[in-house]
């Protein structure tokens, strides 16, 4: 890493801010200075890992920063998490429950946190959401005007593992496949190998279907995390740079 | 959007709107008390009541932790469970079923609030339009009365508080009721809302409605089966009774 001297950290250059859609009401875009960096990426393809050497790199070269992710608001993350281990949700329930959990962090933190010239690290957006909707045969055009009141981020990083590496990783971790990231509620397979590789696949498919929509940079997850992270820092100084 | 009826359901649905202290609740009450009287598969459901997320709610109201957009997805993730695991299977099974406010409250509250009508909109377009929709249209000084009278402890999002329209919880509350009940008004044509005058007496405004909910509904067909052998010829009511007659 190029080291940065103290006395030239580089101010981040002004975006041209827009929300996908409606957008949260009586935001002002001109005075979001900060920037919004989000990783997306299936569970073990090393979202975490990566926004961890992103904050070091960030706070190293003079920037503040403030980390989000998908069931961590404080209005419903608890409740969500009740109702999730239950599997007693149906799926719009489930959808606008994620939605509220999201609007309750863009609004209480990204926002803010933006206002104040912070650099937001989201470790998943409303993509996922969107997927793992979209795998269980939500309407697509429902799905966009509900996350309408999404701010475009900065940049979106999708780590690409394939399902059957991701398998690996998973049993290296906890030694058991997640019920929820194995898509078993989709009765797709009783056996659970087999309904990760299958769920997994689709959910790969549904990102680059909403690539086209939601421009992001599909990053190739299966390299060493320095590897990788050396990318990330490259696109996003050049994101601080107004390149 | 299409009715239940459109969407070829066996079962119907009523839904009540109106302001806060309208008497839409009694009205419906009252509905269901004939129906039911009468042996038939009645279901009541009120907004804002599932219990799934009832905590997140009631914590972001305590809290004051809503946002006009959040107060809104809240609210449309409460429907959507009732409407999922409660409205629809028992529309399926043939019910006749009550709701105490319907997506209405929604598109006029949350307007009320700032949020986009069409996002709005978009978000209930999964729901199904109901077959009824009665409209209590009160006088808003009479709406506010009831209320007040009733109930002087108004609460801050019921008050419409957080739209900063009055430091006065009583005059927010004014305004921001006139400005739902203007909401209203502008979608009871689209919408085909059966318009009561909740100004009228308890009674005649039951009489109005029962008298429309058996001309519009096939209420024969929602009798319980089980209820038949016992009552081969139930009395017709094609009139209402009046729910309470003075003890002699």
Known sequence: ?243 | MKTFAELNFPGRLVAVEGLDGSGKSTQIYLLKRWLELQGMKVYFSEWNSSELVKSATSKGKKRELLTPTTFSLIHATDFADRYERHLVPLLRAGYLVLCDRYIFTAFARDVVRGCPPEWVRGLYSFAALPDLTFFFKSDLEVSLQRILDGRPQLKYFEAGMDLRLSTDLYESFRIFQGRILEQYLAMSTEFNFLVVDANELVEKQQEVVRELVAQNVNLASFRRAERLPARPTPAPQPKAVKPEEPAE
Not at chain 1, 57 to 72: D, F, P, S
Not at chain 1, 94 to 112: G, H, K, M, R, W
Not at chain 1, 194 to 210: A, C, E, G, I, N
Not at chain 1, 237 to 243: E, F, N
């Open chain 1, 1 to 243: 890493m190029r080291r940065v001297p103290a006395n030239q950290i580089v101010v981040p250059h002004r975006s041209n801010r827009r929300f996908y859609g409606h957008g949260i009401p009586k935001v002002d875009l001109e005075r979001l200075a900060g920037k919004l960096i989000v990783v997306e990426g299936a569970d073990g393809s090393g979202r975490s890992t990566q926004i961890a050497m992103l904050v070091e790199w960030l706070e190293g070269t003079g920037h503040a920063t403030v980390q989000v992710g998908l069931k961590r608001s404080t209005l419903v993350s608890e409740e969500l998490e009740k109702a999730q281990q239950g599997n007693i949700l149906s799926r719009s329930t489930l959808s606008l429950f994620y939605a509220t959990d999201f609007a309750d962090q863009l609004e209480n933190i990204i926002l803010p946190a933006l206002k104040s010239g912070f650099i937001v690290l989201a470790d998943r957006y409303i993509y996922t959401l969107m997927a793992r909707d979209m795998v269980r045969g939500m309407d697509e055009a429902w799905l966009k005007n509900l996350y309408g009141i999404a701010l475009e981020p900065d940049a979106v990083f999708y780590l690409n593992v394939p399902p059957e590496e991701l398998v690996q990783r998973s049993f290296a971790k906890n030694t058991a496949l997640d019920y929820w990231e194995s898509g078993m509620d989709l009765g797709m397979s009783r056996d659970m190998f087999d309904s990760f590789m299958k769920y997994q696949k689709t959910m790969q498919k549904t990102f680059r279907h909403l690539q086209a929509s939601y421009a992001f940079t599909i990053v190739d997850g299966t390299r060493q995390a320095e590897i990788i992270n050396a990318e990330l820092r490259k696109k996003i100084s050049a994101v601080l740079a107004g390149r």
